[in-house]
């Protein structure tokens, strides 16, 4: 529960500690007094968003301090350990807003984000108001609320992660349908165009050999004359046939020479091996360069037939066999859809049955928890004077969806007999003020130690009435604890602890502070209520009567 609150240079707020205590805590005052001021203040602290413009005109920077007890097994105790913080004694929530509009924020003096201040704050307060802006008179909302109230928390889960896997399954049909429907559509093309690519067979680097070939044999006549001209100067009519002779001679003299021919005859016959080692590369390209005319015609055919196919397709001679690999895989989705459109729609049709099932499961455990609820409002209702009005949960088919197949509306009906419809449009001021009480008791029911705030719920009742809602909320509070901003005397009657706030005027600044009201300060400030601003006799016994009742 919320223990106290220390507020610095916030809006028309100097300095102000408070220190809460269990059961009904009161605030009231005047209109304008800064009572709201203070739900801005404790907002802020909880990571809320709110009012963009929060320091105090003059201060550099406004701070709120705020620290609860939290009893064993309390839900916050997760999220601070999920966020590495360890909790002792008490909690501790700081944060500052500066001039500039920079916020930052502690948790027992460990810095964190306004989002884990968030977090953490939807376990520790709930704010109710009569305009309450957390869904109760958007219908949008109210199925969550349900769910809530039902604690479906798992059973969504598993709804939504079917509903996830029923859209990947419906697009991987659709993907396949249109993947099918799109080589169909062109089977034509690509049945001719895989037969005329397997027909020519055309292989990585082989345009290139083509082209090298084509060049050679357009060029032979030319160079082959010329090459034949040196392999007859090679051989024998020529450089071999001299060098021969040459080393004939010579041998015939080397024994008369003593000795000095002997290196001459070396070098020679090292000659010799390389005329023929350069008759025999001659001889070589003369028979590579030896063809028919129509070998011409078959390169020149097959080099023009890849560059053809190439420059159909948009694509390199060398990307031919890669590009038919690639249509041979768009005629095997083709070939083999029948098995494969089988077994996606098989996928679907059981995805689709497990979201069924698990929207069918939610169906029920909402018409239950719908069930159970408005029973729940009927008893909260009667202590609240309106036993005679009908609170009922509406649960209709919608739309599926991840969170199922039901729209849920809550509807009243505030007389017998009376037409019922959305709780926005049919309660009046004051009716909406309790329907929204005895729907926030029921829908907090499990919420150990939550600190409700309840801001000017009373507004728009009076009298008997005011003093059932200030019961109620005496009740709520007697297990836990509840703050209330109000401007019934019913209702502050009935306070367990009760605090006045007073706005102060010193010359141009105004200020806000919250004073704490003993036992004859009550009297005064309930007998006010009743009477005004001239407090008589007669309204202080009237307001004793209320606080002893």
Known sequence: MLRGLDIRDM????????????????????????????????????????????????????????????????????????????????????????????????????????EVLRTLSDTLVELHGQHDDRGLLNPRGHRQMLDSYAGLDDALAKTRDAWRTLGQARKALAAAEAQIAEARAEEEYLRHAVGELDALNPEAGEEATLDTQRRLMQAAEKIRADISKAHQALGLQG???????????????????????????????????????????????????????????????????????????????????????????????????????????????????????????????????????????????????MERAVFATDIAAADPGPEGCDAVAFTVATNPGAPSGPINKIASGGELSRFLLALKVCLTQASDGLTMIFDEIDRGVGGATADAVGRRLAELAAGGQVLVVTHSPQVAALGSHHWRVEKQQDRDVTTSTVVPLDSTARVDEIARMLSGDSVTDAARAAAKALIQT
């Open 239 to 385: 450089a071999e046939g001299l060098v021969s002779d040459a080393s004939r001679w010579l041998i015939g003299v080397a024994d008369q020479a003593e000795g000095q021919l002997d290196q001459p005859l070396a070098a020679i016959e090292q000659v010799l091996l390389a005329l023929d080692e350069a008759q025999s590369g001659v001889a070589g390209c003369l028979d590579a360069l030896s063809f028919n005319t129509s070998e011409l015609e078959e390169v020149e055919e097959r080099l023009f037939a890849i560059r053809g196919l190439a420059r159909k397709h948009g694509v390199l001679p060398d990307e031919l066999r890669n590009f038919a690999d690639g249509l041979r895989a768009r005629l095997a989705v083709l070939d083999g859809s029948g098995d494969d459109l089988r077994a996606l729609t098989g996928n679907l049709q059981t995805a689709q049955a497990i979201y069924d099932a698990a929207a069918e499961r939610l169906t029920v455990q909402r018409t239950k928890a719908a069930k159970t609820l408005d029973k729940a409002m009927a008893a909260e209702l009667a202590p609240l004077k």
């Open 11 to 114: 809006l028309i707020i100097d300095q102000l500690e408070l220190a809460f205590q269990p059961g009904l805590n009161v605030l009231t005052g005047e209109t304008g007094a800064g009572k709201s001021i203070l739900l801005d203040a404790l907002g802020f602290v909880l990571g809320w968003r709110g009012r963009a413009e929060l320091v105090r005109q003059g201060a550099q920077q406004g701070e709120v301090t705020a620290w609860f007890d939290l009893p064993d097994g309390h839900p916050a105790y997760a999220i601070l350990s999920d966020a590495g913080i360890a909790i002792e004694d008490e909690l501790i929530l700081r944060r500052i807003n500066t001039r500039d509009g920079r916020k930052t924020a502690w948790i027992n003096d460990r810095r964190v984000s306004g």
